[in-house]
Every structure is written in structure tokens, then in C-alpha cells.
């Protein structure tokens, strides 16, 4: 197989990020490779290459903050930017919550380089690519999704660290109102009375 675009892998595993750039070009045929582990090195990365096609394989755990924050940035830099998360996330609620942003494909990273060349073939016809793994743990999930946005998120993720309202709406750039609407909403989803349970709830469904 081979192809003429450019990727970038946003990935903390450096020896991850390291490995998968060597397969996308000894396999894949990618010209241009570059890797990153942190979101901001990454996004100058990307407003320096312009608005050019571009495979942007991106992970959902990301150090202080999630994948699914950095999409919107990404689109609005490079409409022409091909998202696929690469992940090690396996928790429904995850990769649900993952596809509701309209991703290009979402490979697990244990998945067969078969995958990773059917996941090229699907994005060429512009049709969603969702490796096997992940197919097979939504269709066997017994319960009904509950999908958390990326701000959500986010927030959730300041409250884990300790962080009050207010100190999280000035992290956010948000009001504490928002911020307060914000969590009254994740709490109603997960049917959770406390940010105690609710913190418990996107724990045990590896939401952080």
C-alpha cells in the first residue's frame, strides 16, 4: 500500500509514538512522520504545516487533558486533517463518547497492521473506520452509552485533581455558572446525587 500524505502522532508513549511513525513509513508509505507528547508542540506543529492534507493519529489519554479537547483546534486550523484516535481506551462509554466528535477511525493500538491499512482504504472512500476490537466491545455492551462531551470532560478532569468551581473556570476560561451546568449535566447522565459519585462513576468507566 502506498499513499503521498503527511501524519502526525500526538501520543505521551514516546516509544509508542516512535514505533507507529517507523510502521506508517516502512508500511504505509507516509512521507513525513512527526511525533509529539505534548498537545501544545503539536498544535504549533500543525499551524506551521498549513492547511494541507494531513493523517493526524491522536491518542484520547493525554497528559492533563484528553484527545477529544484537542479536535475542535484541529479542525479549525486544518479542515483537510484526517483524525484518527489511536488508543488504548477499551471502555465503552470512551469510545462512544469518541465517535459522537466524527472522527475519520478509531484503531485500538493492540490492533493487526491489516486494520491500520483497511483504516487508510475506508478514509479514501470517506467512510467511518472502526477497528474490530471496538466494534466487538459496542455490540456486546448490554447497556445504553452514556457520552460525555469533550468539555465535560475536562472539567471532570479538574475536579479529580482537587480543583474547586472557581479555580476550574479559570483553568477553562469558563464562568463558574457554566462550570456549575457543566457538572449538573454529567451528574444527570450518570445518574450520580454527588461529585463523589460521579468522580467514581468516570473512573470506573475510564473517562479519566
Known amino acids: ?30 512521507e513525513l512522520v512527526q511525533s ?13 504545516f498549513g492547511k494541507q492534507e494531513l493523517f493526524v493519529f ?8 484528553n484527545g477529544l479537547s484537542l479536535l475542535t483546534e484541529i479542525r479549525r486550523i486544518n479542515g483537510d486533517a484526517k483524525v484518527i484516535f489511536l488508543t488504548g481506551a477499551t471502555a465503552p462509554a470512551v ?9 475519520e477511525a478509531v484503531l485500538s493500538k493492540s490492533c493487526e497492521l491489516s486494520e491500520v491499512f483497511a483504516c487508510f482504504e475506508a478514509i479514501k472512500k470517506k467512510e467511518l473506520y472502526i477497528c474490530s476490537e471496538f466494534e466487538r466491545i459496542l455490540s456486546t455492551y448490554d447497556k445504553k452509552i452514556k457520552t460525555f462531551t469533550s468539555r465535560e470532560i475536562e472539567v471532570l478532569q479538574y475536579f479529580s485533581e482537587g480543583y474547586s468551581v472557581a479555580e476550574t473556570a479559570s483553568r477553562t ?25 460521579m ?7 475510564n473517562l479519566i
Open 1 to 30: 500500500m502506498k499513499t503521498t500524505s503527511h501524519a502526525v502522532i500526538l501520543d505521551d508513549q514516546k516509544i509508542v509514538a516512535f514505533s507507529f511513525a517507523l510502521l506508517l513509513k516502512r508500511e504505509c508509505g507516509i
Open 36 to 48: 509529539f507528547s505534548q498537545g501544545s508542540e503539536f498544535l504549533q506543529f500543525l499551524r506551521a
Open 58 to 65: 491522536l491518542d484520547y489519554y493525554l497528559p492533563n487533558e
Open 95 to 103: 469510545i462512544s463518547s469518541i465517535l459522537q466528535y466524527r472522527p
Open 173 to 197: 476560561f469558563l464562568s463558574p455558572h457554566t462550570v456549575v451546568t457543566h457538572r449538573r449535566k454529567m451528574m444527570a447522565k450518570a445518574e450520580c446525587q454527588t461529585i463523589g459519585q
Open 199 to 205: 468522580l467514581k462513576y468516570a473512573r470506573e468507566h
